[in-house]
């Protein structure tokens, strides 16, 4: 009985006793999950967090490749609109009068040595046959840049300029300042219109130019690079000078006084190209010239014509 109830008993206490353990194991099973679990969580949550500073990052610099991309952009804009009006306007002109084109000077020469180019201003005038006359005694040539408007009436000048040997050349039709610097277009109206006067007048066409006031004046500023750009492009030649007569300013010279300007000017540089005017008003540098030529050839000089091989002499555009 004792045994049965020892038996019972020990039967019982095994009974609790494995009741106990397997509540005490799944107790431990279940906080051993639940610690995988907090970890495996803290783990997701730490990822996650990570990940999203890395996507916010990745984003963030996107984001400022993106602005700088568009500051870039809002910077050059204006530049792009002006390079295409720009372009709008270069077509536009480009295809004004496109007979007036001459064939590109493969390479220019440097003057012989002695070399002076003689260049006459705002003719033909009544001035223009002493000047021929002077010149021809003395077996040298000049170049002419004739006004368009003074033309008519005194073809038969031009035709002695040509057949005497000299070079004719454009000084605009109107010489008017406030007119001809005001666009490209006003510029090369102008210049075909005197360029086409001359053909009429001798049968040759220009092939050089000079603009009134220099290439670079108070008046062409806002437009002589366009104005030099596109008569380039189509072949002409312009010279400024690099002697003056002292004949064009405000002051009468003497026939003496421009003489000396001259013969002194020539030595001192390496391409003399001399700046006379032949108009009404000009009487003294008609009469100065006989005495200029013969003081430049008895020194060693000769005068020959400018053409448009003749390495240009121009002012400088730095403004
Ligand atoms: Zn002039």
């Not at 969580?41 to 990745?58: C, E, H, N, P, T």
């Not at 046959?129 to 031009?158: C, H, P």
């Amino acid at each position: 009985m004792i045994l049965r109830r020892r038996r019972y008993s020990s039967y019982t206490s095994s009974y609790r006793r494995r009741r106990r353990l397997s509540f005490g194991t799944v107790l431990r099973v279940v906080l051993v999950l639940a610690v995988l679990a907090v970890i495996v969580f803290a783990g997701y949550m730490v990822r996650k967090a990570l990940l999203s500073d890395q996507v916010i990052a990745g984003l963030e610099s996107q984001n400022q490749a993106l602005q700088q991309q568009v500051d870039e952009l809002s910077a050059i804009v204006p530049d792009v609109q002006f390079a295409q009006s720009m372009q709008e306007q270069t077509l536009s002109y480009q295809s004004l009068y496109p007979e007036m084109q001459v064939e590109p000077t493969p390479s220019f020469a440097a003057p012989a040595a002695n070399t002076v180019y003689l260049t006459f201003d705002d003719g033909p005038s009544k001035n223009t046959a002493t000047v021929l006359d002077a010149l021809k005694a003395a077996n040298q040539k000049a170049t002419f840049f004739v006004i368009g408007k003074n033309i008519a009436g005194n073809e038969a000048l031009l035709k002695r300029m040509v057949d005497e040997g000299h070079t004719i050349g454009i000084h605009t039709y109107s010489h008017d300042y406030n007119a001809i610097y005001t666009s490209v277009e006003a510029y090369l109206e102008d210049f075909h219109q005197t360029y086409q006067a001359i053909y009429n007048a001798c049968g040759v066409y220009p092939t050089i130019f000079r603009f009134p006031g220099g290439s670079v004046n108070s008046y062409s500023r806002g437009v002589y690079q366009q104005i030099i750009a596109e008569l380039l492009r189509r072949g002409f030649v312009y010279y400024d000078w690099s002697v003056s007569s002292e004949d064009a300013t405000g002051t009468r010279y003497t026939a003496a006084h421009i003489t000396r300007a001259v013969t002194e000017g020539v030595p001192k540089v390496e391409i003399p190209i001399v700046l006379l005017h032949d108009g009404v008003e000009k009487k003294t540098t008609a009469q100065a010239l006989p005495g200029i030529l013969s003081s430049l050839t008895q020194t060693g000089y000769t005068c020959a014509p400018l053409t448009n091989t003749v390495k240009p002499v121009t002012f400088n555009y730095a403004e």
